[in-house]
């Protein structure tokens, strides 16, 4: 089966601008999650969501924002880019939430590297 | 808050064994995972901890002791493959099961 897509998988964009990612989920997960991954910070949640609402949400400002939608596609937007929005954005699906182990876990896409200059 | 502290790098020999450390700090601990990232790539599960005791999964095993608040990723007769970024996460039930992710071991294999 086709694994979590992400895309775009690159993405340059200048700071004051707005960025939109997409993150497909495994076929039959309802839950979607987002991270940021810097080399700093390691990787730090941004949102969960499950049957199109929001079940949980990380300690991001608010230009951070995302959705599901009715078959489970999820996008992130981020307006107003600054510099240190630059980072790699992993969406993880699984089929339960909150995710579990084995089948029941997270599956990570392999993310979408955007770069602010 | 949440505390989870990792080594940030560790080198070892291929065919040796090598012990990475996970500590943590959390009000609701609800279970502890343990990802492989190869870099440039999506991390993958290798293993869940929620009761005390030893997960032995081939050359992997992961310990956990609830009481202090300590896990540890073993592995065994390594390999060149397992150059790769080592992520300790916990579940936290009094934050609506939010999984936490610590920064990440960076394991580096010698010949």
């Known amino acids: 089966k086709a694994g979590v897509t992400q895309t775009p998988r690159y993405l340059i964009k200048t700071r004051g601008q707005q960025v939109t990612l997409s993150c497909s989920p495994i076929s039959g997960h309802r839950s979607v999650s987002w991270y940021q991954q810097t080399p700093g910070q390691g990787l730090q949640f941004l949102f969960e969501?499950?049957?199109?609402?929001?079940?949980n949400k990380g300690n991001f400002p608010g230009r951070f924002s995302g959705r599901q939608f009715s078959n489970s596609r999820s996008e992130m937007n981020v307006s107003t880019l600054e510099l240190g929005d630059s980072a790699l954005y992993l969406c993880a699906s699984s089929l339960k939430a909150p995710p579990g182990q084995g089948p029941y876990g997270y599956t990570f896409g392999s993310g979408t590297r955007l770069t602010v200059v | 808050g949440q505390n989870i502290d990792q080594p940030t790098e560790m080198t070892a020999t291929e065919g040796a064994i090598v012990q990475i450390n996970c500590t943590y700090q959390t009000s609701g601990f609800n279970g502890l995972f343990w990802y492989q990232q190869h870099a440039g790539e999506a991390p993958t599960f290798l293993s869940y901890n929620v009761l005390d005791g030893l997960e032995e999964k081939g050359r992997f095993s992961s310990f956990l002791s609830r009481s202090k608040g300590y896990s540890y990723l073993l592995l065994k007769e390594l390999q060149m493959k397992d150059s790769a970024s080592y992520l300790c996460?916990?579940?936290?039930?009094?934050?609506?099961?939010?999984?936490?992710f610590g920064k990440g071991t960076r394991l580096h294999i010698l010949p």
């Open positions: 969501y499950f049957s199109e609402t929001q079940r």
């Open positions: 996460a916990v579940r936290d039930r009094n934050r609506d099961d939010k999984i936490i």
